[in-house]
């Protein structure tokens, strides 16, 4: 499979942080885990249970469009989750490292989405401990959510499968990408 950077973005639980480790351990590419970009301060205010601002987010999509760009550059694959709820945000962390189309974005990007009811992602959240994203934003999450549409090109897994399910749904969708 030639070498791309997947953004894996969706609501906080549906797993992103999962799918992108397996698929890093299957292609030996890089991961990058995106709540990791955040700010203390970002982090602290969701582990309080508010919701970001546009304002807040953005310095944090800087840091992560920056790494893309930087894999691109390097020439190597990567993964970068991201929950990139809003087109806005999808276009701030894609708009400049645009390569040429395939699906609208470019041909060395792909947008994977993990797609899960918000009940399904409820249940993962209530079992998962030591994150610090409140359970109670996630009904804010799903509201505020922007689903990639075509011309965004999104390769969309069920993301209420296993995880090793999941994964197989996934590489498989790269590879029939390239």
Same mark, same amino acid.
């Given at each position: 499979m030639r070498p791309v950077v997947v953004l894996i973005m969706g609501v906080s639980g549906v797993g992103k942080t999962t799918l992108a480790e397996c698929l890093a351990a299957a292609l030996g590419w890089p991961f990058q885990e995106g709540d990791a970009l955040h700010s203390p301060e970002n982090v602290a205010k969701m582990a309080a249970g508010i919701a970001l601002s546009d304002e807040d987010r953005a310095p944090w999509l800087d840091r992560i469009?920056?790494?893309?760009?930087?894999?691109?550059? =390097?020439? #190597?694959? #990567?993964?970068?989750?991201?929950? @990139?709820?809003?087109?806005?945000?999808?276009?701030?962390?894609?708009?400049?490292?645009?390569? #040429?189309?395939?699906g609208g974005r470019g041909a060395d990007v792909a947008l994977i989405y993990p797609r899960a009811s918000e009940a399904v992602v409820a249940a993962r959240l209530a079992a998962r401990r030591g994150h610090f994203m409140s359970p109670a934003l996630l009904a804010s999450?799903?509201?505020t959510l922007e689903p990639p549409d075509a011309?965004?090109?999104?390769?969309?897994?069920? @993301? =209420?499968?296993?995880?090793?399910?999941?994964?197989?749904?996934?590489?498989?969708?790269?590879?029939?990408r390239a």
């Open positions: 469009g920056a790494w893309i760009a930087a894999r691109l550059a =390097a020439g #190597g694959g #990567g993964i970068v989750t991201c929950s @990139a709820l809003k087109r806005a945000y999808r276009d701030r962390l894609l708009g400049p490292v645009l390569l #040429g189309p395939i999450q799903f509201a011309a965004e090109g999104p390769l969309v897994v069920d @993301a =209420a499968q296993t995880p090793a399910v999941m994964c197989a749904e996934a590489l498989a969708l790269l590879a029939a």
